[in-house]
């Protein structure tokens, strides 16, 4: 049926579902604000919303879901929680989205953020 296209093979349904949740989740402006922002380096709560312009418990709840979608995790130093991107494909997906270069000088995953 589809000879003209030698070598096509659709990805397995798993896959696409995968995909279409991760866009899902994506289509929210805060969200992809709060990654972008993490993209340059790991943050705290208090700094993302300062950043994206929302409220703390807003953000807090942007970042569960992130968590929980395994984009994001948090790394507690003393009170704080300091987040990081997991996935530096998203990354990249935000910065052809965003029509941005890929952040190059990000603070190192373990460092304290001085934002």
């Given at each position: 049926?589809?000879?003209?296209?030698?070598?096509?093979e659709?990805p397995?349904?798993?896959?696409?579902e995968?995909?279409a949740d991760?866009?899902?989740?994506?289509?929210?402006?805060?969200?992809i604000?709060?990654?972008?922002?993490?993209?340059?380096?790991?943050?705290?709560v208090?700094?993302?919303?300062e950043?994206v312009?929302a409220?703390p418990?807003?953000?807090?709840?942007?970042?569960s879901?992130l968590?929980?979608?395994?984009?994001?995790?948090?790394r507690r130093?003393?009170?704080?929680?300091?987040?990081?991107?997991?996935?530096?494909?998203?990354?990249?997906?935000?910065s052809?989205?965003?029509?941005?270069?890929?952040p190059?000088?990000?603070?190192p995953v373990g460092?304290?953020?001085?934002?």
């Amino acid at each position: 049926m589809h000879d003209a296209l030698p070598g096509f093979e659709m990805p397995d349904d798993l896959l696409v579902e995968r995909a279409a949740d991760a866009y899902r989740l994506l289509a929210d402006p805060t969200r992809i604000k709060i990654l972008w922002a993490l993209a340059q380096g790991e943050t705290s709560v208090a700094c993302l919303a300062e950043l994206v312009g929302a409220a703390p418990t807003a953000v807090s709840q942007h970042l569960s879901k992130l968590r929980l979608a395994g984009l994001v995790r948090g790394r507690r130093h003393g009170t704080f929680v300091y987040y990081h991107t997991v996935d530096t494909k998203i990354t990249q997906l935000l910065s052809v989205s965003l029509d941005r270069p890929v952040p190059t000088d990000t603070v190192p995953v373990g460092a304290v953020a001085s934002r």
